[in-house]
């Protein structure tokens, strides 16, 4: 993905309002132990080189206007509009396509659990996993396949089989990607019962305190009868 950006003299958020009611986004190309590069780039061309199939690990070959020198990049870091979702701001960093990198990947939740039909919730409690491999070599996304989770189970990173030349940087056995808990109702239904059995014991205690002491009361006349 080629991509020509021009570099930015003036600096400053006044300046890059100016720049993006233009329909331009600001950036900075961090390169490899050179001075970072401040640059600007229509947000057409921008949002075209993000938006194929690599998604956001994109290889993008930057080069600065006017000058022959390809930059191998990847997007680090991004700003959205909160209520437009539009980009305001990218980072990108010059790498070398022959070194790993590390960076963070989405996780996407595939198949049907059988739980999930009994009636269970599928929650996925873990979105991205952090990995390391080669720039070219980083996928748009990580499937779980959930299609053996119980009522009651788990999936963890270790159930995941790692893509060629890609290492997980998580721990395996404490990443959480998804649970299948019991329906809300049946969770209600036990707390009920606890509840009750909390408030029925000091019942049955106190009887039992009370039938205790009378039998005393009665021992004791029967007693001085005699």
């Known amino acids: 993905m080629k991509l020509v950006v021009r570099e930015r003299e003036q600096l400053g958020s006044r300046e890059s309002r100016r720049l993006r009611r233009q329909g331009l986004i600001p950036g900075i190309l961090y390169g490899r132990g050179n001075k970072p590069h401040a640059f600007v780039?229509?947000?057409?061309?921008?949002?075209s080189v993000l938006t194929t199939s690599a998604g956001?690990?994109?290889?993008?070959?930057?080069?600065?206007?006017?000058?022959?020198?390809v930059h191998p990049s990847v997007l680090k870091d991004f700003q959205q509009d909160a209520q437009r979702g539009k980009i305001t701001h990218v980072d990108l960093h010059e790498v070398r396509l022959d070194q790993p990198i590390q960076t963070a990947v989405a996780v996407q939740l595939v198949g049907e659990s059988p739980g999930v039909k009994e009636g269970g919730v599928l929650?996925?409690?873990?979105?991205?996993?952090?990995?390391?491999?080669l720039p070219t070599s980083?996928?748009?996304?990580?499937?779980?396949?959930?299609?053996s989770l119980g009522i009651g189970d788990a999936l963890r990173l270790a159930d995941l089989t790692a893509p060629a030349e890609v290492t997980f940087l998580?721990?395996?056995e404490e990443t959480v990607l998804a649970t299948?808990?019991?329906?809300?109702?049946?969770?209600?239904?036990?707390?009920e019962e606890v509840e009750e059995g909390a408030e029925e014991a000091p019942?049955?205690?106190?009887?039992?305190?009370?039938?205790?002491?009378?039998?005393?009361?009665?021992?004791?006349?029967?007693?001085g009868e005699s």
């Not at 956001?56 to 020198?69: E, R």
């Not at 409690?125 to 390391?132: A, F, G, P």
């Not at 980083?138 to 299609?147: K, W, Y």
């Not at 019942?203 to 007693?223: K, L, T, V």
């Open 180 to 191: 299948v808990a019991a329906p809300r109702a049946e969770i209600e239904e036990e707390v």
């Open 170 to 172: 998580d721990d395996p």
């Open 138 to 147: 980083i996928p748009e996304h990580l499937e779980a396949d959930v299609s």
């Open 123 to 133: 929650t996925q409690v873990t979105r991205e996993v952090h990995i390391e491999a």
């Open 56 to 69: 956001l690990h994109a290889i993008l070959d930057v080069v600065l206007d006017g000058q022959k020198t």
């Open 41 to 47: 780039v229509p947000e057409r061309e921008l949002r």
């Open 203 to 223: 019942i049955a205690e106190a009887a039992e305190a009370a039938e205790a002491a009378e039998g005393g009361e009665r021992a004791e006349a029967e007693s």
